[in-house]
């Protein structure tokens, strides 16, 4: 359980329990800290949601005493919280900015490889049968064979974009970066590029039954969509550079605790 600690108007964590209550048995962290935890309704002080911690080793009938020492410094956010989920607007929001990113590369591709040609070709086979569903077919027919191997290299470009970001060291894509998310793997790591290259194709699977994987995000408990379960990925709030490095987390924790 993350366990976040409230102090002078600020939130603080998220912090391992064990570290929580290791703090507060040495009086590191004051039982009128309000602290607070996934599922919990409100805040409380540490001394409700640690009650065993007060009674540890005093003898009954004498009041808890925590031992002498100055309240630390609370440590800046050490690991990611992994239950503080991106919600559902939110990941589509960062998805429109990253269709609006990829649109002006690929219509630039597009219009060098001929795309104006073969709409022109696509509109006058319309204009020739106005109204007939076969001639209809014939004209999209006509525009993806002539346009076949430029939306190849635009797929792949998208493919690209998305998977390089995603298993980057942002750990998102430039939308979600601008809307504070990030894609992680169940334990809140970074993901590897070929995770991240399978994620992209499994979104096809999230729309082919209507688009319902995506709208999977709002009802499911730790907010997947269908191509995260399938990939084992999910996207968190907060960006990847909001979060130390293991080994400053190491040392930070080592002085607070000496």
Same mark, same amino acid.
Request: net charge neutral; aromatic share 10%; glycine share 8%.
């Given at each position: ?24 048995? %040495? ?9 607070w ?8 002080p ?15 009938? @004498?009041?808890? &005493? ?10 800046? &956010? +050490? ?10 607007? !939110? ?10 990113i990829?649109?002006?590369? @690929? ?7 001929? $795309?104006? #040609? ?5 509109? !006058? ?19 993806? $064979?002539?346009?076949? %191997? ?5 797929? /792949?470009? #998208? ?18 970066l ?13 993901? $590897? ?13 999230? =729309?082919?039954?209507?688009?319902i ?6 009802? +499911? ?8 379960? /399938?990939?084992? %990925? ?13 080994? &400053?987390?190491?040392? @930070? =924790? !080592?002085?607070?605790?000496?």
């Amino acid at each position: 359980m993350e366990i976040w600690i409230g102090r002078d108007g600020e939130r603080h964590g998220p912090y391992k329990e064990d570290d929580v209550r290791q703090w507060l048995r %040495t009086g590191q962290v004051s039982p009128k800290d309000l602290a607070w935890y996934e599922g919990l309704a409100d805040w409380q002080p540490l001394s409700v949601l640690f009650p065993d911690e007060m009674s540890r080793n005093v003898p009954p009938g @004498n009041p808890y &005493t925590a031992p002498a020492a100055p309240l630390m410094p609370l440590p800046q &956010t +050490t690991a990611p919280a992994l239950e503080d989920y991106a919600g559902f607007w !939110k990941r589509v929001a960062a998805y429109i900015l990253d269709a609006i990113i990829l649109y002006i590369p @690929n219509t630039l591709i597009m219009k060098a490889m001929g $795309s104006d #040609a073969a709409e022109e070709a696509m509109r !006058k086979t319309m204009l020739a049968a106005p109204g007939d569903p076969h001639a209809m077919m014939a004209a999209y027919g006509q525009f993806y $064979s002539m346009m076949g %191997t430029t939306i190849a290299i635009t797929s /792949v470009i #998208a493919w690209l974009y998305f998977a390089l970001c995603e298993s980057s060291a942002w750990q998102g894509t430039l939308g979600k970066l601008a809307l504070g998310i990030r894609v992680t793997d169940l334990q809140g790591g970074r993901i $590897s590029f070929l995770r991240a290259l399978g994620r992209y194709p499994a979104k096809f699977l999230s =729309s082919m039954i209507l688009f319902i994987g995506f709208l999977m995000v709002a009802w +499911t408990e730790r907010k997947q969509a269908l191509h995260d379960m /399938v990939c084992g %990925t999910l996207v968190l709030n907060g960006r990847a550079s909001e979060f130390r490095a293991d080994r &400053t987390s190491s040392d @930070n =924790s !080592k002085s607070f605790s000496a």
